[in-house]
């Protein structure tokens, strides 16, 4: 008796085992998806919400001329988002740099407060912080956030 519970038990097992290999979960197009096609006119605003302590935000940001020719769109417009202290820096940083660009910073000043929030050493000093922040303002031609 306890044999046949053995092999009963062993043929269940392989019987879920090949259940799981399936590619029955692979989704299907119509029924789980629609392709978009590109490019796509009269498309809404599209909106970008970042965060330029995110790593994953800042290779967003070189995909957006793409994004931005796909779409068929003006302009990809941004948000900062604030959930905690340093959040909220660095958007102050942003929008400081937002509003004298008149909200269209180039994607060259863009990259430069991404590395200087994810670049910067640790051990920099507030002093050394300010004046390499004030030297990317500079640079772009912008005033230094106070």
Do not use: W
């Not at 796509?40 to 967003?60: D, K, Y």
């Not at 500079?138 to 005033?143: A, F």
């Amino acid at each position: 008796m306890k044999r046949i519970y053995q092999s009963f038990f062993v043929v269940l097992l392989a019987a879920l085992t090949l259940t799981a290999c399936s590619d029955s979960k692979t989704p299907q197009e119509g029924d789980k998806y629609s392709v978009i096609p590109t490019p796509m006119p009269n498309m809404p605003a599209v909106t970008e919400i970042f965060s330029l302590s995110c790593g994953h935000c800042r290779n967003m940001e070189g995909m957006l001329p793409e994004i931005q020719k796909l779409t068929d769109t003006k302009d990809i417009n941004q948000v900062h988002v604030i959930f905690n202290e340093s959040a909220q820096k660095a958007a102050f940083i942003f929008y400081a740099a937002m509003i004298q660009t008149n909200n269209e910073p180039s994607h060259k000043l863009v990259e430069a407060l991404f590395s200087f929030v994810q670049d910067s050493p640790k051990d920099m000093t507030d002093a050394q912080r300010k004046v390499a922040l004030a030297k990317i303002f500079h640079d772009n031609g912008l005033k230094k956030p106070v």
